[in-house]
């Protein structure tokens, strides 16, 4: 294919087309997976014509075979079943179309199913994509609930109806699509980025009914597990019934059951809610009324106390009591003013009959010498001719000193 060509020297078509099918003819085979999703047998033909498309992609490709090679699994291949395919690469030049040309193909058993999306659920768990932490709570009353399912099913008869009958008012963004098929990957992939993306939507649900192992592939699709888990709004799996339990269940925020399950998580029975208002209203009355009736008692106890009955009654003692201690008081003072009074004057007595006045008083005289000195002894009155002082009772006067 390294050619030298121009817009003066192009190739023709055919030229490129036979160059393209000699490259493809070196190609060897391949084991190829997919989906058949149609199927030509003409009567007669020899040929048996097929397209193979990867369920979660958007690509398909032809492929051929001799009927003999598909007689051997005509019984059990139909349109929509998974096979594996041994096919060699071709190129028909005239229309310029590749084609896989099939010398063997073998149908995918639910065995093999099994074990593949065992080993999927395996290595999606251990990147943490199932881990309790990762799941997000559901509001309790959202005001916007997206819902991916099938278009006019019995899935999205059950959430709406049930929804609906539960809590009237509840509103839903709703997104048809394919629920099984080559196209349901991809569609409810799409549909639930798209209602992620809408801010007012709180919740989304994707829903179906129940189904074989083989319907119920494409939500087990390591696209569509990769998406949910990316996805900012809770995200409610309603798949089949309760034995059916796809790759979507553990992805999932929350798993219902079934749709009608769906509906009863997603939304508030408008009845059962009432009830438990009503409850708690009862409830809060019969507190507020026991409240009462024990501050009501608490007070009427109160009340009946004396001090309440006749509160100037304990004024009035304490009146007594006051009146009661000031006369001891007064009492008390009396009697030590008394004794005070008799001890004073018994003591005023001593003093007087004691005091140098009283001897004066009884005829008495005291003798002082000029500086002051009283005269003890007859011989300190001094020298004949000196003069003394005498204090007598009456006052003094001046006495002179004789041999």
Aim: glycine fraction near 8%; charge should be neutral.
């Amino acid at each position: 294919m390294a050619l030298h060509t121009s817009a003066e020297a192009p190739l023709p078509v055919g030229d490129v087309s036979r160059l393209i099918g000699g490259w493809i003819d070196r190609l060897g085979a391949v084991w190829v997976e997919g989906q058949i999703t149609q199927l030509s047998r003409r009567p007669g033909a020899g040929v048996v014509f097929l397209t193979l498309r990867d369920p979660s992609q958007d690509i398909s490709v032809s492929v051929t075979c001799f009927r003999q090679v598909f007689d051997r699994i005509a019984d059990v291949v139909s349109e929509g079943a998974r096979v594996v395919v041994l096919a060699k690469p071709e190129w028909y030049a005239p229309r310029g179309q590749l084609s896989l040309r099939a010398t063997e193909i073998r149908p995918v058993g639910i065995g093999e199913l099994l074990v593949r999306l065992e080993r999927l659920r395996k290595s999606l768990a251990a990147e943490g994509l199932f881990a309790a932490g990762r799941k997000k709570p559901l509001p309790f009353l959202p005001q916007l609930i997206g819902l991916v399912c099938g278009r006019a099913s019995a899935a999205e008869r059950d959430v709406l109806e049930n929804a609906r009958r539960r809590w009237p008012a509840v509103r839903f963004e709703v997104r048809n699509t394919a629920v099984q098929g080559v196209h349901a990957v991809n569609q409810v992939v799409r549909a639930v980025r798209e209602l992620d993306g809408l801010p007012e939507v709180d919740v989304i649900v994707v829903a179906r009914g129940g189904g074989s192992v083989e319907d119920l592939l494409p939500f087990s699709d390591e696209e569509l597990v990769r998406a949910v888990a990316e996805c900012r709004t809770p995200v409610v799996s309603a798949i089949g019934h309760e034995p059916d339990s796809p790759l979507l269940d553990l992805v999932a925020d929350v798993r219902a059951s079934t749709p009608t399950d769906a509906a009863k998580k997603i939304v508030p029975d408008v009845g059962e809610e009432l009830d438990r208002v009503r409850q708690l209203r009862e409830r809060a009355l019969r507190s507020v009324r026991g409240l009462l009736d024990r501050e009501e008692r608490g007070l009427a106890h109160a009340l009946a106390r004396p001090s309440m009955e006749r509160p100037q009654r304990m004024v009035d003692e304490r009146a007594a009591e006051i009146d009661a201690l000031t006369g001891r008081g007064r009492r008390v003072l009396g009697h030590l003013l008394d004794r005070a009074d008799s001890e004073l004057a018994h003591t005023r007595a001593r003093v007087v009959a004691l005091s140098p006045a009283a001897t004066l008083e009884r005829g008495y005289a005291v003798l002082q010498r000029a500086d002051g000195h009283v005269v003890r002894d007859p011989g300190e009155a001094g020298a004949p001719g000196e003069v003394l002082r005498a204090r007598v009772s009456g006052g003094e006067f001046a006495v002179r000193v004789s041999e």
